[in-house]
């Protein structure tokens, strides 16, 4: 009988923190996502209103119109500004978060090979095992008296 891998549990706690790390790393990389998403749409949103700005001075605006433009213009940048910001807090967490998942991984693949030389050896034992106790019955079955049958 194949004895069990002693370190099996400790395999399986590698295979949940792995997991669990994948499942955090996703979760990073979608938040980094919506926040590109959001600089993006600030960006879009920002180039339209600047749009709509010069087609208002070719009309001919007030001096309080186009400070209206300028103060509102003003707050997208700051508002862009931030969100540039918080897409760099996200890829820092997002490379944090790949980094720790290639280390259990890492871990994980250690445990898997442990795991499978266990495997292997016990199967080795097993073959030599089964050798032994078919060696045994030819040995039993072809001995004398055995040739006159």
Known sequence: MAKPFALQPIHELMQTRTDEATQHLARL???????????????????????????????????????????????????????RQAVAVQERNTAAGKEHWQQQRRKLKAFDTLANRHLTKENAAELKREQKMLDEFAARNSGPGKEDQ
């Open 29 to 83: 990389i979608a938040s980094e996502r919506d926040a590109r998403n959001k600089l993006d749409m600030l960006t879009q949103f920002r180039d339209e209103y600047v749009d709509r700005f010069r087609q208002a001075t070719q009309n001919g605006i007030t001096q309080r119109e186009w400070q209206n433009y300028l103060e509102f213009l003003n707050r997208l940048d700051d508002a862009i500004n931030a969100q």
